[in-house]
């Protein structure tokens, strides 16, 4: 009963923001101040905006919401009431960053969504995985929003106003600017998982597959892209900022493109692709000019529909086959099921990965291309950073075709390879292959889900041309070559049926056991220590005062000796001390 | 002459005082007890107070010991001396009485030290008994209730509870 | 006749009966010494009252006192029998039903 009251009210809060997409497109920019209270010289409060950002982000996270809570009908059966209501909680959260013009109003959207990603990602929270990663990501994220509060403290303080279309960076000295931005770099770096605080969207896996399609797509790690969109007067004001963002994001999209290609499990490889992904909207952002930010939000929204989409059918592979790894899937896939079985599936996640991948015709194809041409016009200025995030993200868009071609290829086509490529995900367990999966009862999934994977697939396509198609044909062959660079290796790995996986790779570059012996083991070893010295130390002072007591009262008890002598003995001994004591003092 | 008598009464109260605390028979100490009594009611003899020295004779002597003497008797004291009649705190006993005896006589000394007794005679029957009539008639009652009071409790006290 | 005389006296007949009281096992016997502690009371009582020749209220007092010591040893004994009835001694060092047990 509260799970359906909860299902209804999810699925109208998202119809209910697509509405206000949809009348608030062509209205003219305003703002609303309320509830404001004067500290000192300074106002704090609430304030909402409204322009064309806010617009195209509450159309993407109302899609996506409307798409994720439909698809979530038929996906969720466990405890659902919470997960509807966490969900719909979390789309609210970040309709308040998007919508709101104070720093503090959207700081509190920031963190609500902060908190909801932690409860969702936790939401099998009997599984093992399942509590470490979303503790992960929840301590991960918390230690960077610690750099966004002094950020927008700084920034803030700075411009003597928190309305942040009051913040004009002319009017902030050049040294707060750079501090401001940079601190707000890190709370961004955190929430949209950029290096190096990235481990812990990928270990976020274990949620539940439409939460991620939502955090993937719409909300958390978008926000950090939007936030730089919103601010990206300020930013661009300050080259230290623009610089580091620019090396953060070409570092992180190829660490994640790398360390997509070696992931052997779906979602994983998704989990990696949005990081890369992200990287390169961060990268478009960090070149500073209209342009860039254009393309970025541009690729923003393509990518939100593509990613979405596959990871709802990521969702949908977990739901009717039970696993995303690799090496489940290619039990069916051998035997020439998948395929069958699970037929809108795979044709709605093949046009997901084409535009991932950025085939000539996708969205993504046109979003990659308007980021390439913005970088472009800023490296023919002569800028080192515009060759910089030109060379790493034409890198990149090879390293995605290729990574988006392998997944495709080993999860739904049998391998020409001898024995059908047995051992490529099977770590040289030949024997893991040996039973007969029951492959009877697998069948696409009901229509509640896989609407939504139908819709999505048409806007993973439709939204290359929502632009008006403005296609540089030098950057369009470049691009569509890059493509064919990535493909080329895939494909001929997988007609060898191998799957070579550097131990690097695998490993992500060992980033995860180097913050364990860099932060983890230090900071248990200081709880320890603060333990001990609370046991050992404050304790002892405690316990001291206890057996001080014990020991005196066993010490008085011996005097009640029940000798009425005795007691006399003393009483008059008291007396004469008195009578002695009255006379010193007396005399 | 006066002041000799009352020199060799207080003497004689003194060492039969000292031998009654002392004394490893009971009932020496108790006979000794009589003597320090007489002793004292000579005291009063030599402050000219005749009617109190009679009443300590008549009173202590003739039936407060007899008394004690009784009480002896009923709790089987032995006859023979008794080394441990005294407890082990008696050297530490002596030390806080002789630090008061100090302190005390110390004080007398110091407040009376040059007074002087006249010797007047009015410690006859006479005076005593109109004192006790015409001023503290309320508390003689009162005493004599408080001397019912206690006959009663000692008899109730040492009543033998039935078997029952 | 000096003052300090009877006053002294009362004052060494209290402490040996002080003596008495505390360091003799027997209670009879410190019955007795109490005897003497109020003996003492009362050479002071006659020995101010000779010296302020007064109307004889330091002797009346006196005699008080003495009745009072007669009803405290009339209780006193009494109380001694119950104790040699309940425990068979009259040891105030033995009788110890108050002691902490330990």
């Given at each position: 009963?509260i799970?359906?009251v909860?299902r209804?009210?999810g699925?109208?809060?998202?119809l209910?923001i697509?509405l206000f997409?949809?009348?608030?497109y062509?209205?003219?920019p305003?703002?609303y101040a309320f509830?404001n209270s004067q500290v000192?010289?300074?106002?704090i409060?609430f304030a909402v905006?409204?322009?064309?950002l806010?617009v195209?982000?509450?159309?993407?996270v109302?899609?996506i919401?409307?798409?994720v809570?439909v698809?979530?009908l038929g996906y969720?059966?466990q405890r659902?009431?919470s997960?509807?209501?966490l969900?719909?909680?979390?789309?609210a959260a970040?309709?308040?960053?998007v919508i709101?013009?104070?720093?503090?109003?959207?700081?509190?959207?920031?963190e609500?969504?902060?908190?909801c990603s932690y409860?969702l990602i936790?939401h099998?929270?009997?599984?093992?995985d399942?509590r470490?990663?979303?503790?992960?990501?929840f301590?991960?994220?918390?230690?960077?929003d610690?750099?966004?509060?002094?950020?927008i403290?700084?920034?803030?303080?700075?411009?003597?106003?928190?309305r942040?279309?009051?913040?004009?960076?002319?009017?902030?000295?050049?040294g707060?600017?750079?501090?401001?931005?940079?601190?707000?770099?890190?709370?961004v770096?955190?929430?949209?998982?950029q290096?190096?605080?990235?481990?812990?969207?990928p270990?976020a896996?274990?949620?539940p597959?439409?939460?991620?399609?939502?955090?993937?797509a719409?909300?958390?790690?978008a926000?950090?892209?939007f936030?730089i969109?919103?601010?990206y007067?300020?930013?661009?004001?300050?080259g230290t900022?623009l610089?580091v963002?620019?090396?953060v994001a070409c570092?992180?999209?190829?660490f994640a493109?790398l360390c997509?290609s070696?992931?052997v499990?779906v979602?994983r490889v998704?989990?990696?692709?949005?990081?890369?992904?992200l990287?390169?909207m961060?990268?478009a952002?960090?070149l500073?000019?209209?342009?860039?930010r254009h393309a970025?939000?541009f690729?923003?929204?393509?990518?939100?529909?593509?990613?979405g989409?596959?990871f709802?059918?990521?969702?949908?592979?977990l739901?009717?086959v039970?696993?995303a790894a690799?090496?489940?899937?290619?039990?069916?896939t051998?035997?020439?099921?998948?395929?069958?079985?699970l037929?809108?599936?795979f044709?709605?996640?093949?046009?997901g990965l084409a535009a991932?991948?950025g085939?000539?015709?996708?969205?993504?194809?046109f979003s990659k291309d308007?980021?390439?041409?913005?970088a472009w016009?800023?490296?023919?200025?002569g800028?080192?950073?515009g060759?910089l995030?030109?060379?790493s993200?034409c890198l990149?868009?090879a390293l995605t075709?290729?990574?988006?071609?392998r997944l495709w290829?080993w999860?739904f086509?049998?391998t020409p390879?001898?024995?059908?490529?047995?051992?490529?995900?099977e770590?040289?367990?030949?024997?893991?292959?040996?039973?007969?999966p029951?492959?009877s009862k697998?069948?696409d999934?009901?229509?509640?889900?896989?609407?939504p994977?139908v819709?999505?697939?048409?806007a993973a396509?439709a939204l290359?041309?929502?632009?008006?198609?403005?296609?540089n044909w030098?950057?369009?062959?470049?691009?569509?070559?890059l493509?064919?660079?990535?493909?080329l290796p895939?494909y001929s790995l997988w007609?060898?049926?191998?799957?070579?996986?550097?131990?690097?790779?695998?490993r992500?570059?060992g980033a995860?056991?180097a913050y364990h012996?860099?932060?983890?083991?230090p900071?248990?070893?200081l709880a320890k220590?603060?333990?001990?010295g609370d046991r050992?130390?404050?304790?002892a002072?405690v316990r001291?005062?206890g057996?001080?007591?014990?020991?005196?009262?066993?010490g008085?008890r011996r005097?009640q000796?029940?000798?009425?002598?005795t007691?006399?003995?003393a009483?008059?001994?008291g007396?004469?001390?008195l009578?002695v004591?009255?006379?010193?003092?007396?005399s | 002459?006066?002041?000799a008598?009352f020199?060799?009464a207080?003497?004689?109260?003194?060492?039969a005082a000292?031998?009654v605390v002392?004394?490893?028979?009971?009932?020496?100490?108790?006979l000794?007890?009589v003597l320090?009594l007489?002793?004292?009611?000579g005291?009063?003899g030599a402050?000219?107070?005749e009617?109190?020295?009679l009443?300590?004779?008549l009173?202590?002597?003739?039936a407060?010991?007899?008394l004690?003497?009784?009480?002896?008797?009923?709790?089987k004291?032995p006859?023979?001396p008794l080394?441990?009649?005294?407890?082990?705190?008696?050297?530490?006993?002596?030390?806080v009485?002789?630090?008061?005896?100090?302190?005390?006589?110390?004080?007398v000394?110091?407040?009376?030290?040059?007074?002087k007794?006249?010797?007047?005679?009015d410690g006859?029957a006479?005076t005593?008994?109109?004192?006790?009539?015409k001023?503290?008639v309320?508390p003689f009652?009162v005493?004599s209730?408080l001397?019912?009071a206690a006959?009663?409790?000692a008899i109730?006290?040492?009543?033998?509870?039935?078997?029952? | 006749?000096?003052?300090?005389?009877?006053?002294l006296?009362?004052v060494?007949l209290?402490?040996?009966?002080?003596?008495?009281?505390?360091a003799?096992?027997?209670?009879?016997?410190m019955?007795m010494s109490?005897?003497l502690?109020l003996?003492?009371v009362?050479l002071n009582?006659?020995?101010?009252?000779?010296?302020r020749?007064?109307?004889?209220?330091g002797q009346?007092?006196a005699?008080?006192?003495?009745?009072?010591a007669?009803?405290e040893?009339g209780?006193g004994?009494?109380?001694?029998?119950?104790?040699?009835?309940g425990?068979?001694h009259v040891?105030?060092d033995a009788?110890?039903?108050?002691?902490?047990?330990?």
């Open positions: 009963m799970a359906t909860w209804v009210a699925v109208g809060f998202s209910l697509l997409a949809a009348l608030l062509g209205a003219t305003d703002q509830m000192g010289d300074l106002t409060g905006r409204t322009d064309d806010t195209l982000l509450l159309a993407v109302g899609v919401a409307t798409c809570q698809y979530s969720l059966h659902a009431a997960y509807h209501a969900v719909t909680l979390f789309t970040m309709v308040t960053v709101s013009d104070s720093l503090f109003f959207l700081l509190i959207g920031w609500v969504m902060g908190a409860l936790g099998y929270w009997e599984r093992r399942a470490s990663g979303a503790v992960k990501a301590l991960m994220t918390r230690f960077a610690v750099g966004f509060l002094f950020g403290f700084v920034l803030g303080l700075g411009a003597h106003t928190f942040i279309s009051e913040i004009d960076p002319a009017r902030i000295s050049p707060v600017l750079t501090t401001g931005t940079l601190l707000l770099l890190v709370g770096v955190g929430k949209s998982a290096v190096p605080l990235q481990t812990w969207l270990d896996m274990p949620g597959s439409p939460v991620s399609a939502l955090i993937h719409a909300t958390m790690v926000a950090g892209v936030l969109a919103r601010l007067t300020v930013f661009s004001a300050s900022t610089t963002l620019a090396i570092v992180t999209m190829l493109a997509a070696a992931a499990e979602k998704l989990a990696w692709s949005t990081v890369s992904q990287a390169i961060f990268s952002l960090s500073g000019t209209a342009d860039g970025a939000l690729h923003l929204a393509t990518h939100a529909a593509f990613k989409l596959l709802l059918c990521a969702g949908v592979l739901h009717q039970g696993s690799l090496v489940v899937l290619r039990r069916y051998r035997r020439g099921k998948l395929r069958k079985a037929q809108v599936t044709l709605t996640m093949t046009v991932l991948a085939v000539p015709g996708f969205a993504g194809f308007t980021v390439i041409e913005a016009e800023k490296a023919r200025d800028s080192g950073l060759w995030v030109l060379v993200v990149t868009a075709t290729f990574y988006c071609l290829l999860t086509f049998r390879a001898l024995a059908g490529g047995i051992g490529a995900f770590d040289g367990d030949a024997a893991a292959d040996l039973d007969e029951d492959s697998l069948r999934a009901p229509w509640v889900m896989l609407a994977l819709l999505l697939a048409v396509i290359g041309y929502a632009d008006g198609v403005h296609l030098m950057i369009g062959l470049i691009s569509t070559a493509v064919l660079l990535g493909a895939a007609r060898r049926g191998a799957d070579p996986r550097p131990l690097l790779l695998e992500e570059f995860d056991p012996g860099l932060v983890v083991v900071v248990r070893w220590l603060t333990v001990a050992d130390v404050i304790g002072y001291a005062v057996r001080t007591g014990t020991l005196a009262s066993q008085f005097l000796t029940g000798n009425v002598q007691y006399l003995t009483a008059v001994i007396v004469v001390a009578a004591l009255a006379g010193v003092i007396g | 002459m006066t002041t008598l020199s060799v207080g003497a004689v109260a003194v060492v000292v031998v002392v004394s490893r028979r009971i009932v020496h100490a108790a000794w007890l320090a007489g002793a004292v009611a005291c009063f402050l000219q107070a009617f109190v020295a009443v300590q004779i009173v202590y002597v003739g407060i010991v007899v004690v003497l009784f009480a002896l008797m009923l709790t004291a006859m023979k080394p441990e009649l005294t407890t082990g705190r008696s050297p530490f006993a002596a030390g009485a002789a630090v008061l005896a100090l302190i005390l006589g110390a004080g000394v110091f407040a009376f030290g040059n007074e007794i006249k010797p007047v005679t006859s006479k005593v008994g109109t004192q006790i009539f001023n503290w309320l009652e005493l209730v001397l019912l006959l009663i409790g109730a006290l040492s009543q033998r509870k039935k078997e029952d | 006749m000096p003052l300090v005389l009877p006053l006296l009362a060494v209290f402490c040996i009966g002080v003596y008495g009281v505390l003799r096992r027997n209670v009879i016997t019955l109490f005897e502690m003996n003492a009362n009582l006659v020995a101010f009252d000779a010296w020749v007064d109307e004889a209220t009346t007092l005699i008080f006192v003495i009745t009072l007669a009803a040893i209780l004994l009494a109380i001694v029998l119950l104790l040699f009835r425990h068979g040891d105030a009788a110890r039903d108050l002691e902490e047990a330990s």
